[in-house]
Structure formats: structure tokens, C-alpha cells
T-cell receptor
Framework: SQKIEQNSEALNIQEGKTATLTCNYT??????LQWYRQDPGRGPVFLLL?????KEKRKERLKVTFDTTLKQSLFHITASQPADSATYLC??????????????FGAGTRLAVHP | EAQVTQNPRYLITVTGKKLTVTCSQN?????MSWYRQDPGLGLRQIYY???????DKGDVPEGYKVSRKEKRNFPLILESPSPNQTSLYFC?????????????FGPGTRLTVL
């Protein structure tokens, strides 16, 4: 079955450093991959989408890579700030399940940026 | 402002007492879905709807019902709640493009079933 793995352990880094989060998937070939940010008790918020034919995507301090051979995406936050502390979810998609294109979400990695 | 709203935000109830969680979106999206989120398990889809009067089961539909009588509304119904349905629930909507499907999530409903 399709599986998405994100590091379940929290990532603790110092302010100003680059945070790198990993998303691995198995048993399917997504046409794109999305990253979301989720703050405690709130709904996820879309950040970035990268397509299978794109190696890298940037948005301000965010950078996402997508390696379809390794079946992996890396999410980088450069010059991290305490305000970047949150849980980050990856969602490779679409997954052809039940006849409909759906997103399957990873469980997320919690990032804590310390001053 | 484009948004997905859910009500109530917090609910404590007892086993067997029927409840409804409402969801509404103002973006004219065709696709709406319900997720539950539990620690370590991530977001799991309960039900989804491709458009008015078109609904289907997601990955964990047991114990839930939905309806889609209007495009903007997609209520989640628990006919006889049980303690294992204690969870954080999110409604989401998107355009049904089949290619990007960026999800817009509501603020969440924290449900406790005693």
C-alpha cells in the first residue's frame, strides 16, 4: 500500500540556521508533492507545490526538492526564525484511490526554532 | 475573505448522542472532504464529495455520515458517537482539477466523546 514517511522526531535548530525536513514515499508515483504548515490546534495551510518534472522550487526562504528516483522530497527553511516553529506535512499526490485523485498526508515533522 | 468555516470548534458529548459538525466554504469549490487527525497517525480522510449530491467514502468512514445538498456546505454527522471518535476534525475544500488539488482547511473541531 502507499506509504508516506516523515521523521516523527521533532527537529530542534538554532535561529538563523537552515532547517531541512524529509518526506519519503513508497508504492506510488505522484505527479506532484505539496507541503503544508500546521500550527497547534489549527488547520494545515498550503505552502508549496512541486511537480514531478521540477527538481527544485523556491518561495522566499523556502526551498523544496523532489527526487522521483529516490522517492523523496526535501523541504528547507533558510535563515530560520522562531516563528517558523510548527509541524510541516508533506502530501504527495495524486493517489488514484477509489477512482479519484486524492492527497495522502504524511504524519508531519515538528520543527522547533530556538532563539 | 476566502475561507472554510467549521462549527462548533469544540464539542464534548456522551456516547450515543447524535451530533453534527457543520462545514461551509465560500470559494465555490467543487471538492470537499472531512479528515480526522490523531497523534502519530496524521490526517486520515473520512468522506469526500466531488460535487452536490456526490459523496464517497474515504479511508476511515465507519461511524460517520455526510451529505452535500448545497455546493458550499458539507456537514459531518455522527449518528451514535463512541469514544474512539474522539479526535480533531478538519473540513477541507479544493477545486477538483485533478492536478493540483491544493486543499484549503477549516480551523478544526476538537471532539471529545465520553
Amino acid at each position: 500500500s502507499q506509504k508516506i514517511e516523515q521523521n516523527s522526531e521533532a527537529l530542534n535548530i538554532q535561529e538563523g540556521k537552515t532547517a531541512t525536513l524529509t518526506c519519503n514515499y513508497t508504492n506510488y508515483s505522484p505527479a506532484y508533492l505539496q507541503w503544508y504548515r500546521q500550527d497547534p490546534g489549527r488547520g494545515p495551510v498550503f505552502l508549496l507545490l512541486i511537480r514531478e518534472n521540477e527538481k527544485e522550487k523556491r518561495k522566499e526562504r523556502l526551498k523544496v526538492t523532489f527526487d522521483t528516483t529516490l522517492k523523496q522530497s526535501l523541504f528547507h527553511i533558510t535563515a530560520s526564525q522562531p516563528a517558523d516553529s510548527a509541524t510541516y506535512l508533506c502530501a504527495p499526490g495524486p493517489s488514484f484511490s477509489g477512482g479519484y485523485n486524492k492527497l495522502i498526508f504524511g504524519a508531519g515533522t515538528r520543527l522547533a526554532v530556538h532563539p | 475573505e476566502a475561507q472554510v468555516t467549521q462549527n462548533p470548534r469544540y464539542l464534548i458529548t456522551v456516547t450515543g448522542k447524535k451530533l453534527t459538525v457543520t462545514c461551509s466554504q465560500n470559494m465555490n469549490h467543487e471538492y470537499m472532504s472531512w479528515y480526522r487527525q490523531d497523534p502519530g497517525l496524521g490526517l486520515r480522510q473520512i468522506y469526500y464529495s466531488m460535487n452536490v449530491e456526490v459523496t464517497d467514502k474515504g479511508d476511515v468512514p465507519e461511524g460517520y455520515k455526510v451529505s452535500r445538498k448545497e455546493k458550499r456546505n458539507f456537514p459531518l454527522i455522527l449518528e451514535s458517537p463512541s469514544p474512539n471518535q474522539t479526535s480533531l476534525y478538519f473540513c477541507a475544500s479544493s477545486t477538483a482539477s485533478g492536478y493540483t488539488d491544493t486543499q484549503y482547511f477549516g480551523p478544526g473541531t476538537r471532539l471529545t466523546v465520553l
